[in-house]
């Protein structure tokens, strides 16, 4: 099992003794220009800059002494956003009832993109109502997912 494969593994005891939830970790393997993107959130009071800020001063270090990217490698740590990334049927669950954008590994019934509410997470499978139509995914078919707010209404409620 490659280093990075055991990124999650590494980083999120760093993160939890910040005070920080660790949501997922994004890796993306260009060999010219590999990224690796860590989303974290606080419970209670979000995160900002400073956060942020904080974390990658940690993580950065445990990379480095780990030796955990082989080469140049863009370290990026982030807040989930309003299209917050959904990295496991748990955070699903914590979502139930919010819209959600679904991108498959393979298609699944000729679909690589799903876009609907979601019902459930429980163990490694998601429930998602597709236009009345109730899609149960495992998450190892699940290449991206993120939450698909109405930004329309969001922007309307600030105005």
Same mark, same amino acid.
């Given at each position: 099992m490659a280093? =990075? *494969?055991?990124?999650?593994?590494?980083? @999120?005891? %760093?993160?939890?003794? !910040?005070?920080? $939830?660790?949501?997922?970790?994004?890796?993306?393997?260009?060999?010219?220009?590999?990224?690796?993107?860590?989303?974290?959130?606080?419970?209670?009071?979000?995160?900002? =800059? *400073?956060?942020?800020?904080?974390?990658? @001063?940690? %993580?950065?270090?445990? !990379?480095?002494? $780990?030796?955990?990217?082989?080469?140049?490698?863009?370290?990026?740590?982030?807040?989930p956003g309003v299209e917050r990334p959904l990295f496991n049927a748990g955070q699903f669950a914590r979502f139930a009832g919010e819209d959600a954008v679904v991108f498959l590994h393979v298609p699944i019934d000729g679909r690589r993109k799903l876009k609907g509410r979601i019902v459930a997470g429980e163990g490694s499978t998601v429930v998602l109502d597709v236009e009345g139509k109730q899609w149960e995914l495992d998450m190892a078919d699940v290449r991206r997912a993120h939450l698909a707010p109405d930004l329309d209404a969001l922007f309307a409620e600030g105005a």
């Open positions: 280093k =990075v *494969d055991n990124l999650d593994e590494l980083l @999120r005891p %760093v993160v939890e003794d !910040l005070g920080y $939830e660790l949501l997922g970790i994004e890796y993306q393997a260009n060999p010219k220009n590999r990224l690796v993107r860590v989303y974290v959130d606080h419970a209670e009071n979000g995160i900002d =800059v *400073d956060d942020c800020a904080a974390v990658s @001063r940690e %993580v950065s270090a445990i !990379l480095d002494v $780990e030796d955990a990217i082989a080469g140049h490698y863009t370290l990026e740590v982030s807040s």
